[in-house]
Every structure is written in structure tokens, then in C-alpha cells.
């Protein structure tokens, strides 16, 4: 029995895709069925452009990257940071879900595309079929849906769904009849460009290191920086829209990026120890990430003598990168340069945590049947555990009260106390003024132009707004820009 087990996860494709769409339906769709969602930072944000863009597409408009639907019909500049295109299709295909439903189906559809995507891609690596679904439910471990309202983090995951995409095209392009893997990479940065633009600006970075060594090493160059120019034109095409809204947005000094203690945001030991404790959805500071990276990094150290001389190195800067994104790098020292606009430094752990994963499994050393099954089951246990804190945890603690939607508006403010209601359900989500609230936290607009006359500073969520009469601009000293209840 257990020979045939072995021989259908080593040599059959069918069972491994069923197992990964099995998995993830287990893992990671559950949640559809939820009659109420936990409620918590940016979820307000990313529910109301899902609403935006499905207003837009019900009326057969494309949708635009300042939200008129949504956010007291302000707008949110602050979209740039998080583009609508990528997310056009699973919106497309869910509009006619209720809004839960609708939003964790979008989360499935997104992790078990990208699962699919990775079991190939690992196995054009030239690595086993068994080593490429390992890579697969390592993976998963990455992925908490329930973790700060899973949308938001959708930049990070297609990280880890698209950066082996575009390492493996890189690699490729040199040899003959590549040209699929040209599209390959214009395609994967346009995908991560299109969702988060923090993430696409890493993933740039680390894809030029990397064509640097490719380049070094590749006896036919010409072709190797040909094919990658060709993959960026497309890539800037695909993503043209969005690119084009940027450059408007920061024309207009419509939005500027809210800024945070960098410090605050750095990955510590301490951190990573505290994280493997499985702390319940509270845990903003300690992300389950960060313990899985204390578990990538106990493995490389176990197995870096075995590794191939590249490997070695990959590891190396994997461990210089921690330490340049630990507390022990003076991060204060640059909150007021531009470096601050990555918010977190931590934010680089999601690249590391994918690195890792091509490292150690991709790795002949490691083309063991136990550690891979191991690593499956193991995988598959600690990411289930994610769902269990999420339930008990809404239903024990004593604030997570259910948030109400009220007929009053003005009274709806408790809505914004996420911490300290954290259940909404699909009657509030169903509500079209809901998304009108025009003062919720942190994702207010903000100009970033200091001390503008041109914006009224007493109503803080409407920027930079032109009145005309029969056409003509009126100056802005002319009128006053106010509000009365909503």
C-alpha cells in the first residue's frame, strides 16, 4: 500500500493536482461559508474597493483607480499602493456572492491558482514531483487568511506564487526557443505590479540581482539582456493602466503614504520564538511568518553543508538580509528619508520565506521521501491551526462583540473600533452606505503636499477639490470645501 502511495506522488501529475485543490479547499476555503467575517484593520479598506469594482463592472464600466462608489464618494489615493487589475478577474467571476462569501472566494481562487502554478514550476527546476508538492504545502504555512484581513496581504502572496515564476524565466532565457519564458516573466511582474506596488519594486530588486549573476554566467548574453528587455516592454503594456493612474496620482499630490516607526517593524528573535507559539489573530506585531522563517532558517543551517556552492550563497544573503531587517540595523536613523515609505522592514521575510523554499527544495540532498512527507503533513497541521485560532478566538474573547449595522449612521462608529468589535456580517457588507463612512482609520487620504491652501484641513477625507461654473475653474480662494452629517 504504501509502495503505491509512493509511486502515484513520484510519478503522477492527476494525484498531485487533486491533492493541492483538496488541500487548499480544506485549508484555505472553509471560510466561504462564514455567516460573519473577522473584522480587523484594512478590511474596510479592501472590502470597499472589492464593492467599487463590482459597482463599476455591473454597469459594464471599467474600473477606475480612485474609488467613486465607495469611501464617501472621496476617492482613495492611496489605491496606488494597491492597484485594481490584478484582482479585476476573481472579482469578475464572484460578483454574484454575498460579500463574505465573495471575499474569501476571491482569497481561494487566488492561493489555489497560484498553488497550481508553483507544483509546475518547481518541477521546471528539474526536481521531483513529491519535491514540488512539499514546495507546494510549505508554502501554505506562509498564508494566514485570517491574519489582518487576508486581502491586504495578496501583494505578499503572489510573491510567493510569481517570484519563482520569474527566476525560473530568467534562467531560461539564454536557451533556445525561450520565448514562453519571456512572456512568463513579463507576465509575473506585471501580475504583482497590478496588486501591490511595494511588492513589485522587491521583487524588481531581487530579479535584478539575480539577472546580474544569470548575466556573468551565460555564454550567450546578447540573448539573455534581448529577451529581458522584450519581457519588461510587455510587462510595462500589461500594466499600463495602473502605471499611467500612478503617475496621475502623484502629479496631483492627491495621496501620500502614511508613515510608521521603522523599528517597530523589524523581525527580532524574540519575534520569531513568539510566533511559533501560534498566537491568535491579536498577534500584529508577530505574524505566523515569522516563525516559519525560524524554521526555513533552522533548516538551512542543518543542510547548507550539502547545499551546492550557489545554494551556500543564496543562504548566505538570506541570513545578511535578516540581520539587515533585525532591530540591530539602526532603522530610526532612516524613518524621515524615503527609505520610510516601505512602512515595515519585515516586509522583506515574504521573499526570504520563497527563496528559502526554492533553496531546500530544490536541492537533490533533500529528494528524501520522509523529510518530503514530513514537510507535507507537518505543513498541512500548522496551517489548519490557523483556522482553529481564528474560531475560538471570535467566539471566546470577550470584545469580539458582533458589529451591527445601524439605520443611523452617525451612530455606526463602533464599525471603526476594530479593536474592538471584529465580526461583521453580510447585512452590513449588503449596505451601500456602509461604504460611505468617511472617517475611518489610517486609510483616510491624506495630501501630501504640506500646508496647501488648496485643501480644506477641517474635513480631513476630501482632497483637492476644483468647483466649476458653466465650465470654468473657480480659484480656491473663491470657496470653502465642507460637510454636514455624512
Same mark, same amino acid.
Do not use: C
Given at each position: 500500500?504504501?509502495?503505491?502511495?509512493?509511486?502515484?506522488?513520484?510519478?503522477?501529475?492527476?494525484?498531485?493536482?487533486?491533492?493541492?485543490?483538496?488541500?487548499?479547499?480544506?485549508?484555505?476555503?472553509?471560510?466561504?461559508?462564514?455567516?460573519?467575517?473577522?473584522?480587523?484593520?484594512?478590511?474596510?479598506?479592501?472590502?470597499?474597493?472589492?464593492?467599487?469594482?463590482?459597482?463599476?463592472?455591473?454597469?459594464?464600466?471599467?474600473?477606475?483607480?480612485?474609488?467613486?462608489?465607495?469611501?464617501?464618494?472621496?476617492?482613495?489615493?492611496?489605491?496606488?499602493?494597491?492597484?485594481?487589475?490584478?484582482?479585476?478577474?476573481?472579482?469578475?467571476?464572484?460578483?454574484?456572492?454575498?460579500?463574505? &462569501?465573495?471575499?474569501?472566494?476571491?482569497?481561494?481562487?487566488?492561493?489555489?491558482? @497560484?498553488?497550481?502554478?508553483?507544483?509546475?514550476?518547481?518541477?521546471?527546476?528539474?526536481?521531483?514531483?513529491?519535491?514540488?508538492?512539499?514546495?507546494?504545502?510549505?508554502?501554505?504555512?506562509?498564508?494566514?487568511?485570517?491574519?489582518?484581513?487576508?486581502?491586504?496581504?495578496?501583494?505578499?502572496?503572489?510573491?510567493?506564487?510569481?517570484?519563482?515564476?520569474?527566476?525560473?524565466?530568467?534562467?531560461?532565457?539564454?536557451?533556445?526557443?525561450?520565448?514562453?519564458?519571456?512572456?512568463?516573466?513579463?507576465?509575473?511582474?506585471?501580475?504583482?505590479?497590478?496588486?501591490?506596488?511595494?511588492?513589485?519594486?522587491?521583487?524588481? @530588486?531581487?530579479?535584478?540581482?539575480?539577472?546580474?549573476?544569470?548575466?556573468?554566467?551565460?555564454?550567450?548574453?546578447?540573448?539573455?539582456?534581448?529577451?529581458?528587455?522584450?519581457? &519588461?516592454?510587455?510587462?510595462?503594456?500589461?500594466?499600463?493602466?495602473?502605471?499611467?493612474?500612478?503617475?496621475?496620482?502623484?502629479?496631483?499630490?492627491?495621496?501620500?503614504?502614511?508613515?510608521?516607526?521603522?523599528?517597530?517593524?523589524?523581525?527580532?528573535?524574540?519575534?520569531?520564538?513568539?510566533?511559533?507559539?501560534?498566537?491568535?489573530?491579536?498577534?500584529? &506585531?508577530?505574524?505566523?511568518?515569522?516563525?516559519?522563517?525560524?524554521?526555513?532558517?533552522?533548516?538551512?543551517?542543518?543542510?547548507?553543508?550539502?547545499?551546492?556552492?550557489?545554494?551556500?550563497?543564496?543562504?548566505?544573503?538570506?541570513?545578511?538580509?535578516?540581520?539587515?531587517?533585525?532591530?540591530?540595523?539602526?532603522?530610526?536613523?532612516?524613518?524621515?528619508?524615503?527609505?520610510?515609505?516601505?512602512?515595515?522592514?519585515?516586509?522583506?521575510?515574504?521573499?526570504?520565506?520563497?527563496?528559502?523554499?526554492?533553496?531546500?527544495?530544490?536541492?537533490?540532498?533533500?529528494?528524501?521521501?520522509?523529510?518530503?512527507?514530513?514537510?507535507?503533513? @507537518?505543513?498541512?497541521?500548522?496551517?489548519?491551526?490557523?483556522?482553529?485560532?481564528?474560531?475560538?478566538?471570535?467566539?471566546?474573547?470577550?470584545?469580539?462583540?458582533?458589529?451591527?449595522?445601524?439605520?443611523?449612521?452617525?451612530?455606526?462608529?463602533?464599525?471603526?473600533?476594530?479593536?474592538?468589535?471584529?465580526?461583521?456580517?453580510?447585512?452590513?457588507?449588503?449596505?451601500?452606505?456602509?461604504?460611505?463612512?468617511?472617517?475611518?482609520?489610517?486609510?483616510?487620504?491624506?495630501? &501630501?503636499?504640506?500646508?496647501?491652501?488648496?485643501?480644506?484641513?477641517?474635513?480631513?477625507?476630501?482632497?483637492?477639490?476644483?468647483?466649476?461654473?458653466?465650465?470654468?475653474?473657480?480659484?480656491?480662494?473663491?470657496?470653502?470645501?465642507?460637510?454636514?452629517?455624512?
Amino acid at each position: 500500500m504504501l509502495h503505491k502511495i509512493k509511486h502515484y506522488l513520484v510519478s503522477s501529475d492527476f494525484i498531485n493536482v487533486l491533492i493541492i485543490i483538496l488541500a487548499v479547499s480544506l485549508l484555505f476555503g472553509v471560510s466561504i461559508f462564514q455567516s460573519t467575517m473577522t473584522w480587523r484593520t484594512d478590511a474596510y479598506f479592501h472590502m470597499s474597493r472589492i464593492y467599487d469594482i463590482s459597482q463599476y463592472l455591473h454597469s459594464g464600466q471599467f474600473p477606475l483607480m480612485v474609488d467613486v462608489h465607495a469611501f464617501a464618494n472621496t476617492g482613495q489615493a492611496i489605491n496606488g499602493m494597491y492597484p485594481n487589475f490584478s484582482l479585476l478577474p476573481f472579482i469578475f467571476v464572484t460578483m454574484g456572492l454575498k460579500p463574505i &462569501a465573495q471575499y474569501q472566494t476571491i482569497t481561494y481562487l487566488f492561493i489555489l491558482s @497560484g498553488s497550481l502554478l508553483n507544483y509546475f514550476v518547481f518541477q521546471k527546476f528539474y526536481v521531483s514531483k513529491l519535491q514540488a508538492l512539499a514546495a507546494v504545502f510549505a508554502t501554505f504555512t506562509f498564508i494566514n487568511i485570517f491574519y489582518q484581513s487576508s486581502l491586504n496581504l495578496h501583494g505578499v502572496w503572489s510573491i510567493y506564487f510569481l517570484l519563482p515564476l520569474a527566476i525560473l524565466s530568467i534562467k531560461k532565457l539564454s536557451e533556445p526557443n525561450s520565448w514562453p519564458y519571456v512572456l512568463g516573466l513579463a507576465i509575473a511582474v506585471s501580475f504583482v505590479l497590478n496588486t501591490h506596488l511595494l511588492s513589485v519594486v522587491f521583487m524588481v @530588486g531581487f530579479l535584478a540581482i539575480y539577472f546580474v549573476y544569470q548575466f556573468v554566467k551565460s555564454q550567450n548574453k546578447l540573448a539573455l539582456f534581448f529577451k529581458t528587455v522584450i519581457a &519588461a516592454v510587455i510587462s510595462v503594456l500589461l500594466s499600463l493602466p495602473t502605471l499611467i493612474s500612478i503617475i496621475s496620482l502623484s502629479k496631483n499630490h492627491l495621496s501620500t503614504v502614511q508613515s510608521f516607526d521603522l523599528a517597530s517593524g523589524t523581525l527580532s528573535l524574540e519575534s520569531m520564538i513568539h510566533s511559533l507559539t501560534n498566537p491568535t489573530i491579536f498577534g500584529i &506585531a508577530t505574524p505566523p511568518i515569522y516563525g516559519v522563517m525560524l524554521l526555513a532558517d533552522i533548516l538551512l543551517i542543518l543542510n547548507v553543508k550539502k547545499f551546492s556552492m550557489a545554494a551556500k550563497v543564496v543562504t548566505g544573503l538570506i541570513f545578511a538580509t535578516e540581520f539587515i531587517i533585525s532591530p540591530y540595523f539602526p532603522w530610526k536613523l532612516l524613518n524621515n528619508t524615503p527609505v520610510a515609505m516601505i512602512q515595515f522592514p519585515g516586509r522583506l521575510v515574504p521573499f526570504l520565506l520563497i527563496i528559502a523554499t526554492m533553496v531546500l527544495f530544490t536541492s537533490k540532498h533533500l529528494n528524501n521521501l520522509s523529510f518530503l512527507v514530513a514537510v507535507i503533513l @507537518g505543513s498541512f497541521m500548522l496551517t489548519s491551526s490557523y483556522q482553529t485560532s481564528n474560531l475560538v478566538a471570535k467566539r471566546d474573547f470577550p470584545n469580539f462583540r458582533d458589529a451591527k449595522m445601524s439605520h443611523d449612521m452617525t451612530n455606526f462608529d463602533s464599525i471603526l473600533k476594530y479593536n474592538q468589535n471584529t465580526k461583521i456580517d453580510n447585512e452590513a457588507l449588503s449596505n451601500p452606505e456602509f461604504y460611505r463612512l468617511y472617517s475611518y482609520h489610517e486609510y483616510i487620504p491624506q495630501t &501630501a503636499k504640506k500646508n496647501d491652501p488648496d485643501v480644506d484641513k477641517n474635513m480631513a477625507s476630501v482632497n483637492n477639490h476644483e468647483l466649476l461654473v458653466n465650465n470654468q475653474k473657480l480659484a480656491s480662494n473663491s470657496f470653502k470645501v465642507t460637510h454636514k452629517n455624512n
